[in-house]
């Protein structure tokens, strides 16, 4: 209980220097050691866990922010932005579901298009740990769905936890399809929540092929949390405006890239 207490206390400590950092623009070492109690060491551990992240820039005796960092969207603001990008990279993404798969929507507004756009003309197992794509999944007769359960994390309508984390790990799926909240070439896949990117990995482990749906947007941008290395993607299905060297780089890499 101890050492869970300490991991606690190190990653909200990590969480509120980024928000400082943020909020000012830059740090300083021994300022942020004062205001933690803790030593200038682990102030500098902080700094390098979130400078590997790509969330911020080392400077001598501190950090200053890096612009590429994503802030969060509430689920109701995600439902507004690129929603027409969305649909298309939806309903491409049903074409490469078969019949009788066994699939993973992760929570997200892009996932929760793909559960729209489902027909009836294919049987499915799906599981999600996301409420909104659960209640759309409900609707389907030719659907079993599978809930994770665990913790409901209100401002993205997704569970997590151990018990979501523990459901995952008895199954076996041929597909994830996987929204993404920053998406960079050298830093990969990340999103803002310590425990979505928990569950967002053992979803990977558990799945033949990883599918990231996400508009263009988030290409170059960083979140603090990462899930996966871009090498660890089968496919990636975006609209036209990706950059060029995101485009090239993701081929290069011999990752599937489908353009709407």
């Known amino acids: 209980m101890k050492e869970e207490t300490m991991l606690k206390n190190t990653s909200q400590r990590r969480k509120d220097i980024l928000a400082k950092i943020k909020a000012e623009g830059s740090v300083n070492v021994m300022d942020l050691a004062d205001l933690y109690q803790v030593s200038a060491v682990t102030i500098r551990n902080d700094l390098t866990f979130l400078e590997q992240q790509g969330v911020l820039i080392r400077s001598h005796g501190g950090a200053i922010f890096s612009p590429t960092i994503q802030n969060e969207s509430s689920i109701q ?28 929507l992760d929570s997200g507004t892009t996932t929760e298009r793909i559960a729209d756009y489902l027909t009836n003309e294919v049987q499915l197992t799906v599981m999600t740990n996301g409420l909104n794509v659960a209640q759309k999944l409900a ?65 990977s ?24 290395t871009i090498s660890q993607i089968s496919t990636i299905i975006t609209d036209s405006g990706i950059p060029e060297e995101y485009y090239q780089g993701l081929v290069q890499q011999g990752i599937n890239v489908i353009l709407v």
Do not use: C, P, W
């Open 205 to 228: 482990e558990v799945s033949n092929e990883v599918i990231i749906v996400s508009d263009s947007s988030k290409f170059g941008k960083l979140s603090l949390h990462k899930i996966l």
């Open 139 to 203: 609707q389907k007769e030719n659907i079993d769905v599978i809930i994770s359960g665990g913790m409901l994390r209100k401002k993205s309508l997704s569970f997590y936890g151990s018990q979501a984390e523990d459901n995952l790990r008895a199954y076996h799926f041929d597909k994830l399809f996987l929204g993404v909240d920053g998406f960079h070439l050298t830093n990969g896949i990340t999103t803002h929540s310590e425990n979505e990117a928990r569950l967002n990995k053992i979803m």
């Open 77 to 104: 603001e995600k439902h507004i932005l690129n929603a027409d990008k969305k649909n298309k990279i939806a309903q491409k993404a049903t074409e490469l579901i078969k019949d009788k798969d066994s699939i993973i």
